[in-house]
């Protein structure tokens, strides 16, 4: 006779960790004249990992080769992953809110997106979109705990997740226990390829050149509206009645500059945050007003505001607290089409 016994754990703080390993195990005692089973069970091995990463062996498996560094400044061409596709490029001006999350152990001595090596123990991070390697200032705005972080991986992949910062950064910015946090991501600059400061001036981009876009065509373009379709009934404006109030904006202090040397900083931060799915940011309203038109099944509104002294119309849906139900709401307006749609954090508003 076969006994089996597995043996599973879960970590149930978040449902952003998969569990490192499972062990289990059967044994076949055979004695003569009797068929006996026994069966010792195992203590399991919890390694938190983000579920945006793609799977790993076991920490009970055979570590990986040893990987020589070979850091190089990488930007990246668009890529692919999980049907969704991400554009790496310059961003100089690159300051947003997200959700945070974080990877260590089963990650240890691997490669990193640049050539250089994962160690849980550093001070560093990965982006789907800003290059390699620079140096970022991230935040907690549930704690005000701020520090400067190395980003020289790529991911994470998760809908709604803005950076994946290593274990220890994690630690030091006080939300490796819970396994996310609501997080302002702010550039510095290019980092040193061998040090944890920022590059020499002489190997910065130029913003303006980082920033640049292909000229507009200059020659005159002719444009003429289109007759109405015969026999086709056109649908009335939609008029956006009674907008919510203005959005009022995080007044967040200038953002400090230094190295990826593990020093933590307190920021002051706003006392309440909220969670919300935009679905985009528009300068004009009736574009904005379309939207969330368009996404009206899943609650969208628009939020008035100002962005660099200029009006700015934000398609939202929110506010919500829980990362769970943020989530739930970011797949249903991903399902309508808005594949632009993020997870921002920015203070309570009715």
Not at 82 to 96: F, K, N, S, T
Not at 147 to 152: A, D, F, Q, S
Not at 259 to 283: H, K, R
Request: net charge neutral; hydrophobic share 40%.
């Amino acid at each position: 006779m076969l006994k089996l016994r597995i043996v599973q754990a879960r970590e149930v703080a978040r449902t952003e960790f998969t569990l490192g390993g499972t062990l289990a195990r059967g044994a076949v005692c055979i004695v003569v004249g009797v068929l006996a089973a026994c069966q010792t069970p195992q203590p399991v091995h919890i390694a938190p990992m983000v579920s945006s990463r793609s799977p790993v062996a076991s920490a009970s498996s055979q570590p990986p080769p040893v990987v020589t560094p070979n850091p190089v400044y990488k930007v990246g061409a668009p890529y692919e992953v999980g049907g969704i596709w991400y554009y790496p490029q310059e961003q100089p001006a690159y300051d947003e809110t997200g959700i945070a999350s974080w990877y260590g152990i089963d990650y240890q001595g691997r490669s990193t997106a640049n050539g250089e090596v994962f160690d849980r123990n550093g001070v560093t991070g990965a982006s789907p979109t800003l290059p390699m390697p620079v140096n970022v200032r991230v935040t907690n705005l549930q704690n005000g705990r701020s520090l400067v972080v190395r980003v020289n991986d790529r991911g994470p992949y998760v809908k709604g997740r803005i950076v994946d910062l290593s274990e220890h950064a994690a630690d030091l910015l006080g939300f490796r226990l819970d396994g996310l946090a609501r997080v302002r991501v702010t550039y510095l600059g290019r980092a040193d390829l061998y040090g944890p400061g920022l590059a020499s001036p002489a190997d910065q981009t130029p913003p303006d050149i980082a920033s640049a876009v292909p000229a507009a065509p200059v020659t005159q373009v002719d444009a003429t509206a289109l007759p109405p379709v015969a026999g086709v009934a056109v649908a009335p404006r939609v008029m956006a009645v009674n907008l919510p109030k203005p959005v009022s904006q995080m007044i967040l202090p200038p953002v400090p500059q230094g190295a990826a040397d593990g020093q933590v900083v307190e920021i002051p931060v706003p006392s309440a945050t909220a969670l919300y799915v935009q679905a985009g940011a528009f300068t004009s309203p009736a574009n904005a007003g379309s939207v969330a038109a368009k996404l009206s099944s899943a609650g969208a509104r628009v939020f008035p505001g100002t962005k660099d002294g200029r009006p700015i119309y934000r398609v939202r849906i929110g506010p919500f607290q829980a990362v769970e139900e943020a989530d739930a709401v970011l797949a249903e307006v991903l399902a309508l089409g808005q594949n632009d749609a993020e997870i921002v954090v920015d203070t309570v508003t009715s």
